[in-house]
């Protein structure tokens, strides 16, 4: 019988593993108890919480999976669980049409300041004048990363009517490029000429503060920034001073170079922050769940 142990909360009605996987479920684990344990596990299933570093893939020496609903990988030793034939996986795929819809939201709601109008409304304000917002419709939107978020995101805009400009640093197939009615263009060229900025890229070091002072410098005056792909991307402290000087229009944030996020970014003018819930919708997490519980019984042949 293969041993599992979950590790961080997940529910576990939905996870169907069946009878012939033993599974321990021990959300609140500490990291002590987890060092202690984990020699007797064949599979561990994490969320964020978790952090599988070379100690606890050392100790575990009867491991041969590690398994994630969701995509964030960052909390896991990948090379070096790769080093010792330890396989890792997750599902990004279900969490694709969450976080395309988050960020569509984002973009309708910085563009019509709903934000602001709800508030003032609700002061017992009536800013029809003030609250003039802009359409979608015509604009041009810059996709950093066309993954599988990013492409999701650029079916949704091209139904809106944006013009679409795309960077990554594979190459994109012709027939992606023609489907999805998009234009190639560089990094320098992307941020110039759009109207909006969403970044769709992994946290690399070469993506780290990828959008700093220079590249915010390069956006159009009256701009908009979304990220909903990592912190580290975003140089908060450039990106809140590019918005208190009013050289953005604004920036919708959904995930953090720390979360919950502190400094300067919490003041800056015109935004919209969100607790990481690109992704945090029922099914997206259902699916989630459902998807890892294949993995893990495909895995020990037990499907
Ligand atoms: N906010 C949330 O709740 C949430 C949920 C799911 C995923 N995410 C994040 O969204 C991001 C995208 O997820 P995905 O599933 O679309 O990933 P993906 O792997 O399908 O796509 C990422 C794309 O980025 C490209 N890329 C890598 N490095 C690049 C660089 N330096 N410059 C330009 N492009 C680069 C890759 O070639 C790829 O096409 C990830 O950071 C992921 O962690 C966030």
Not at 103 to 132: C, F, H, I, P, Q
Request: hydrophobic share 40%; glycine share 8%; proline share 5%.
């Amino acid at each position: 019988l293969a041993k599992v142990l979950i590790c961080d909360p997940v529910e576990t009605e939905m996870l169907s593993l069946g009878d012939r996987i033993d599974v321990d479920y021990k959300p609140s684990i500490t990291r002590e108890e987890l060092l202690e344990q984990v020699p007797s596990y064949d599979a561990l299933i994490i969320r964020s919480r978790t952090k599988v570093d070379k100690e606890v893939l050392d100790r575990g020496t009867r491991l041969k999976l590690v398994a994630r609903p969701g995509t964030g990988l960052d909390n896991v030793d990948l090379p070096y669980a790769k080093s010792k034939g330890i396989t890792v996986v997750n599902s990004p795929e279900s969490l694709v049409e969450a976080v395309a819809e988050h960020v569509t939201l984002l973009m309708l709601a910085l563009s019509r300041r709903l934000v602001a109008a709800d508030r003032t409304t609700k002061e017992g304000r009536w800013e029809k004048n003030s609250l003039t917002g802009a359409e979608l419709r015509g604009k041009v939107l810059g996709i950093v990363g066309l993954g599988r978020i990013g492409r999701r995101i650029a079916e949704i805009a091209k139904s809106l009517g944006m013009s679409i400009l795309i960077y990554d640093v594979i190459e994109i197939p012709p027939d992606v490029i023609s489907a999805l009615g998009v234009r190639v263009v560089t990094l320098d060229e992307l941020f110039r000429s759009s109207d909006y900025v969403t970044l769709h890229v992994p946290l690399t070091p070469d993506t780290r503060h990828m959008v700093g002072g220079s590249r915010l410098a390069d956006m159009k005056r009256g701009a908009y920034l979304i990220n909903t792909s990592r912190g580290g991307v975003v140089d908060e402290d450039m990106l809140a001073a590019a918005l208190s000087e009013g050289r953005l229009a604004g920036a919708a944030l959904d995930v953090f170079e720390k979360e919950p996020p502190a400094g300067a970014i919490l003041s800056a003018p015109n935004t919209i922050l969100t607790p990481h819930i690109g992704g945090q919708t029922q099914e997206a997490q259902t699916n989630a769940i459902t998807v890892i519980g294949e993995k893990v019984r495909a895995f020990f042949g037990v499907g």
